[in-house]
């Protein structure tokens, strides 16, 4: 799995946190686990591959939000049974 952290300038309440999580969901199928904070100015989701860039920053900006950056890493799942 791959997690994504979208930086978003714009965003000021919870609506705006939903138009993004839809916006994400619709411009990535297999977005899973997608959350957003304007407190923080970002949003992050997990996928099988990492998203493509140019579409996301076209959808977001479309929306009338403003694409920051975008950042993908391997992610790994942390919980009370995680070992290493």
């Known amino acids: 799995m791959i997690q994504t952290t979208v930086r978003i300038d714009g965003m ?3 609506m705006c946190e939903a138009h993004i999580c839809d916006t994400i ?3 990535v199928p297999d977005a899973k686990q997608v959350k957003a904070s304007h407190t923080k100015g970002e949003a992050s989701f ?4 990492a998203p493509r860039e140019d579409v996301l920053r076209a959808m977001i900006d479309a ?3 403003t694409f920051v950056f975008m950042s993908s890493a391997p992610y790994e799942k942390k919980g009370w049974f995680h070992r290493k």
């Open 63 to 65: 929306t009338g939000y």
């Open 12 to 14: 000021m309440c919870g």
């Open 25 to 27: 969901r619709n411009s």
């Open 46 to 49: 997990l996928t099988e591959t």
